[in-house]
């Protein structure tokens, strides 16, 4: 396969302004007719052939303007099809035949338990018909679908139901239309025996707007969560930025085969039924958070994406990153907010770092691909967030707010570019942000070391910032960017902000500089006693911050930094410090000794009366082991696994009462809501259950017995019976298990739950345990859901399990690749992901890994695998 390039872009030859779809809805021989309006692209030149994309499409029928079109007149290839010779304007009619149940890629046109659905982003309509595939090519669609009347009583597509009857042979048939123009990409349809919910929302321009969302009936009481959420996002939306919602109907439907969270599609949504469907006994509270995030995510693309589009598949970021940080920014402002930030932050520093620090590590804009379906990562999602929260701060939230009305009533109805959005940012603001651009195009993570020292004599504070971006595979040359740091001096005496002045403006007690050089001093004057400094407060750029802060300094930030954020960071920078001494020790055999400071830190957390229960959750846990290894320059897994369990250890040994205490005191019996004082108390009552489970002593095994029997919300229980699964008490644990297992046998989110729950046992016999439950009936490999959950679970967080050194981990995780390659490339493609990281580990490590790769390499690979795996190996 040959890569695209950025710079080869050009606009189509033809563009297309009507499409007009008919589906004769069959499992195994679909007929798709395609009459589409072309006219030539004004820019382009005439006489040009007419390129559509098509893959795996049987083609039965083709004509220009009425005319069929003889054998030589047109060419067909295993891409697409070539008409030679074609008018300025002109309808072009085919004919295909596809067959959706062989579709196990997801990809196209495909069916789920019975049910047909669609996702055509990115390149999945050419699996519908001949098509100019490309997200440029804008055009209003009717579409009509034709199907079996009592298997398929239901038939949706974009838009409006226009017209529909009855047909002969006990079929019938549905005409929709959506008057928006929009990419083929937001093309869906959905046919299947489905029930609705339905309800009501009032624009505040007054329209009535019908909302639905289809599910399977045994699902029907698991949707008022996602109703409620869709409720809230529309509203946010109008009071934030403005936006309404622009049809009569807004759809969302629960499939339960999907390669990702859930898609955007004009007015219809699809959805993964684990992102949509929640119930107190089956949804975990974090599942309850994470379905408001991705409906209200879908949601805001009506504009950040379908209203506006991208030109080009390399301005993904363009619609993904900016409706990222909205998604952000709603969950922020509806639960607690620092919370969501240490959330989003600690997941962020983990994924996406080691992602940039890595073989497939590629701008938020990158310059070419492969495939594009691999490019749907934690860099063009979050870092592209990032990105657009930087502007944000930039800016100010007035004028970005200002430059957001501008983008989208400027380009309303257009496919455009990342230019496009931070020009009207430029715009209405006045800044030069053209070097600001370089975040788009460089990648890798910018390291910034930085040291200080306060002048007595002079009560000055001396920041010395220097950045540097480590060359990554594409990229060897780095060049400085610009990098907001927003800070405070916290005095270390009164324990409080200081005011800054720097070249004789005062900038109040927290300020954001800016960091543009490669090296850069900052003078901060009057200052008038010694300070620690309080770096990149809020995450305010996605970079690492190295300081020296000692012990003593970062106990004093976690006790005194007016920012949450960096409270919650020092208390981590504090264990990290701890578990690097720990993990030292470890590895040399040497008897491991607690750092009484973390100890004594933790004591003080304890004791405090939080007003934030949720911040108090998070101070409370330690740094997971994929963020330890981060941070470590060869990645020892049992060392990490060793040393972290240590601190547990010690922690919950010295502080026993306290977090007894503090699971009583968080024990409330009240009906489950997903609210944020109930999912803050839950929080921190599971946190001390972990501590004191770390102990495995009889109490704690009863406490956490009785949590798991008393069934009271999937939270407590699953969590309960983790810890349990996880403790070397299988007496107890493997009963519960096989409880759990038979009662909800029924129901495949919990059956996933279930799943992930045995995988990351850190007992040595996990790996015969994923053997084993890749034969239970429960498991898929054509499922996504059910593969994240065993096998993505497996290799991605049983760390110490998944590289043991007999390499039969990777073994397995090879084995499911190269049968998923053939399946479902972009789940395969997306499954390598922990074998990329070979350049971690130590050398046994690094040739079994490679060793793997190799053996996935010499197989016939699709693109998306073939693209991962070549740059892992290059
Ligand atoms: N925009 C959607 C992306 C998506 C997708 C991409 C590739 C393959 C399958 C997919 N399903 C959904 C989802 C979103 O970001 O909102
Ligand atoms: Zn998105």
Known sequence: PQPIHLSDYRPPAYRVTRTELTFDLDPAATRVKARLHLERHPEREPGLPLELDGEQLALK?????????????????????????????????????????????????YQSNGMYCTQCEAEGFRRITFYPDRPDVMATFSTTLIGDAASLPVLLSNGNPVESGDLPGDRHFVTWEDPHPKPCYLFALVAGDLKRVEDRFTTMSGREVALQIWVEEE???????????LKRAMAWDEQTYGREYDLDLFMIVAVNDFNMGAMENKGLNIFNSAAVLTHPHTATDAAFQRVE???????????????????DWFQLSLKEGFTVFRDQCFSADINSAPVKRIEDVSFFRTAQFAEDAGPTAHPVRPDHYIEIGNFYTLTIYEKGAEIVRMLCNLVGWETFRR????????????????????????????????????????????????????????????????????????????????????????????????????????????????????????????????????????????????FPYGREDLAFLLQHDSDGFNRWDAGQRLALLALDDLIAAHRNGVEKVMDPRVVEAFRGLLASDPDDKAVLAEMLTLPSEAYIAEQQPLVDVDAIHAARDFVKQSLAAALRDDFLRLYEANRADVAYAPEPEQIAARSLKNVALSYLMALEDEQAIELARDQFTADHN????????????????????????????????????????????????????VLERVKFLMAHPAFSLKNPNKVRALIGTFAGQNRVNFHRLDGEGYRLLADVVIELNRLNPEIAARLITPLTRWQRFDETRQALMKGELERIRAEELSPNVYEVVEKALA
């Open 403 to 546: 430059g957001s009305d501008l983008y989208f009533e400027r380009f309303d109805g257009q496919a455009v570019t990342i230019e496009d959005f931070v020009g009207c940012m430029g715009e209405v603001s006045g800044q030069d942000l053209s070097r600001f651009m370089l975040w788009y195009s460089q990648a890798g993570t910018p390291e910034i070391d930085a040291h200080g020292e306060y002048d007595y004599t002079h009560c000055e504070y001396r920041l010395v910032l220097r950045q540097r971006t480590p060359a990554t595979p594409d990229q060897v040359e780095k060049h400085a960017l610009h990098i907001p740091i927003r800070l405070g001096l916290v005095g270390t005496k009164s324990g409080r902000d200081l005011p800054l002045t720097l070249d004789g403006e005062a900038l109040g007690s927290d300020a954001v500089i800016h960091l543009r050089e490669e090296e850069q001093e900052f003078v901060f004057t009057d200052v008038a006693e010694a300070p620690v400094p309080s770096l990149l407060r809020g995450f305010s750029a996605p970079v690492k911050l190295r």
């Open 61 to 109: 029928a083709i004509a220009i303007d009425g005319q069929p079109l003889d054998a030589d007149e047109y060419r067909l290839t295993a891409n697409g099809l070539t008409v030679h010779r074609v008018p300025e304007a002109f309808l072009l009619d085919t004919e295909v035949e596809i067959a959706p149940k062989e579709n196990t890629a997801l990809e196209g046109l």
């Open 219 to 229: 699902n029907l009481g698991k949707t008022d969560h996602a109703m409620a959420s």
């Open 293 to 311: 995030g991705i409906v209200a995510h879908e949601y805001f693309h009506n504009w950040s994406g379908n209203r506006v589009t991208c030109r």
């Open 714 to 765: 999937m939270t407590d229980v699953r969590h309960a019976l983790t810890l349990l699964v996880h403790s070397r008490r299988d007496d107890i644990a493997e009963p519960a298990l096989k409880a759990f297992g038979e009662k909800w046998a029924h129901d495949p989110l919990v059956m996933d739950q279930w799943f992930s729950i045995q995988v990351t046992r850190p007992q040595p016999d």
